[in-house]
């Protein structure tokens, strides 16, 4: 019979939720230390592509201009894709953490991430929503994410996240009847073109922008925290200002995605976007 507890967020006072999901992962992880989490994403990186660090090797001391460790094994953009019978490039590393979703690169209609949960953070609303999910993974960084932001005095709350095919469908026909279609396709994406599918994206606000996805959000000192620390937590920026050519948005600094601890810091340390870290050199 519990409801979620949402404390009024909407007056400004942080309040850690004591939201009562019978989800253990959440109660474990909401006190989980930076630390922890960090190594336990190195030891899953490690894993997933068979890289073969020192024994010693800690990423806390990477310096910026060391070389990606596990370069030959990346998932790059033309080896992940297929062509449909219509020419359309379909992805096909669905389940990757590293998987590229964007106006070139199309997920399939049925794909739906298999472990989507609610992460414990702050909401600007309180009806249970498809789109407070992530998955597993990225669910349980965002927590330590908003643990540490709050601990640094801010107050992020948590928009936006898993958005299903279908949804898309609703919300691109939306915006192309209210602003035409040029313009719905440089702020909205076309069905199966939007990396929210993918279950690793959270889009981020604050007070200051009235919980709105603004693009002033950058210049608050949430905005400006998340610039400088997402990485630390597995996150990225997904689309930086001056890389809209790249990424085919326009910049957002509250849209996170997730890519685990490892990947994030190269991405940030080099300053580039998820396209051109997975081009094949
Ligand atoms: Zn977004």
Not at 13 to 31: T, Y
Not at 128 to 144: F, G, I, M, Q, W
Not at 181 to 205: F, Y
């Amino acid at each position: 019979m519990k409801k979620y507890v949402l404390p009024s967020m909407l007056i400004g006072s942080m309040v850690v939720l004591s939201a009562c999901k019978p989800v253990d992962w959440a109660e474990k992880k909401w006190n989980a230390t930076f630390n922890e989490e960090s190594s336990e994403e190195n030891e899953k990186q490690i894993s997933n592509e068979q890289t073969t660090p020192k024994p010693n090797d800690e990423n806390k001391n990477e310096t910026p201009d060391e070389q990606p460790s596990a370069e030959s094994d990346l998932p790059w953009l033309e080896e992940t894709v297929t062509a449909s019978g219509d020419g359309k490039a379909v992805v096909q590393n669905l389940d990757d953490l590293l998987i590229v979703a964007n106006k070139e690169r199309n997920l399939p209609g049925d794909y739906e991430p298999k472990d989507l949960v609610t992460p414990n953070v702050p909401f600007p609303f309180k009806e249970d929503l498809p789109k407070k999910k992530l998955r597993k993974e990225a669910a349980l960084s965002l927590e330590v994410l908003f643990k540490a932001a709050e601990e640094d005095g801010l107050e992020l709350l948590a928009q936006s996240g898993y958005r299903s095919y279908d949804t898309q469908v609703s919300i691109f026909a939306f915006n192309a009847e209210q602003k035409g279609e040029e313009v719905a396709n440089k702020t909205s994406s076309r069905p199966g073109q939007s990396e929210h599918q993918t279950g690793l994206s959270m889009d981020v606000t604050s007070q200051e922008v009235n919980f709105e996805l603004v693009e002033a959000f950058g210049e608050t000192k949430e905005g400006k925290w998340l610039a400088e620390n997402a990485h630390k937590y597995g996150f990225i920026i997904r689309y930086l200002k001056g890389k809209e050519e790249i990424t085919g948005y326009q910049y957002e600094p509250w849209h996170l995605r997730y890519v685990g601890v490892d990947h994030a810091k190269k991405i940030h340390e080099q300053g580039i976007t998820l396209e051109e870290y997975l081009q094949k050199p």
